[in-house]
């Protein structure tokens, strides 16, 4: 467990996987390498290795604060979001952002009919997608894109939210991929920390409602949770690292 983190956001690492499951998050793991469009092997995989932190989740409390009693109640599905009617509320709000955010960047909702299909317990089985769907509202709430280096940083802002396995592989290998090689130094000096205490400093989101706050101004929804989004100075400070001497002019 990282230093400083809440009880609820323990990480519980996969011990109990058999051969057959490792080899399969194995094999997900390589084809995701070669083709992060990957999103069956990438659902797979997470999936598979959150068993453990799933049931922690389930039995810790989490799901008792906040909201979560009616979430696990009525298991709100983001599939069955009107997302026509999102389109109509103005940009400002929580909604708005939300559906403006997936028809920007071109991805689809029916993402959210893939089912947990690794998962025996219901409870479990709806919190594993219940976070896979939090994923692309919470790119909205932290004003992370969708490249590949915001998607490290989100990761490691999730972690502090839900402890979940697959997030840790994800800025390991990601880290390499979109921070090293891409030359983006100051995140992987400082961004990647950063990232996990705005998570930690921010309330547990995985017990908020988040179809009854469609309508709210997402200031106000980032305000209450108390969420701090990247600001442009963030995101300058995201940008791959420029040799900025003689040879920089001579190779312009």
């Avoid at 922690?56 to 009525?74: A, N, Y």
């Avoid at 998962?119 to 976070?131: C, N, Q």
């Amino acid at each position: 467990m990282f230093p400083g983190m809440a009880t609820h956001t323990k990480i519980n690492l996969p011990t109990n996987m058999s051969l057959d499951q490792w080899k399969t998050v194995g094999g997900c793991v390589v084809r995701v390498l070669r083709d992060s469009n990957r999103t069956e092997d990438i659902v797979t995989s997470e999936e598979l290795a959150a068993q453990a932190q799933l049931h922690h989740l389930k039995h810790s409390g989490v799901m008792t604060g906040g909201e979560g009693p009616d979430i696990m109640r009525e298991r709100p599905h983001f599939g069955d979001v009107d997302f026509d009617a999102l389109r109509a509320l103005p940009a400002t709000t929580l909604g708005g952002a939300f559906v403006r955010f997936m028809d920007d960047n071109g991805l689809s909702s029916s993402l959210y009919d893939i089912p947990a299909k690794y998962t025996a317990d219901p409870d479990e089985a709806y919190l594993m997608v219940r976070i896979r769907h939090s994923h692309d509202l919470w790119h909205v709430l932290t004003d992370l894109g969708v490249e590949g280096h915001d998607e490290i940083l989100l990761h490691s802002f999730s972690l502090a939210q839900t402890g979940m396995p697959s997030s840790v592989l994800l800025m390991v290998l990601g880290s390499l991929k979109h921070m090293l090689l891409e030359a983006r130094f100051g995140l992987l000096r400082s961004g990647l920390l950063a990232a996990f205490r705005r998570g930690r400093a921010a309330s547990p989101l995985l017990t908020v409602y988040w179809e009854r706050h469609f309508e709210e101004s997402l200031v106000s929804v980032r305000e209450r949770y108390g969420i701090r989004p990247w600001t442009s100075r963030d995101k300058q400070a995201s940008q791959p690292w420029r040799w900025a001497g003689p040879l920089a002019a001579d190779l312009s």
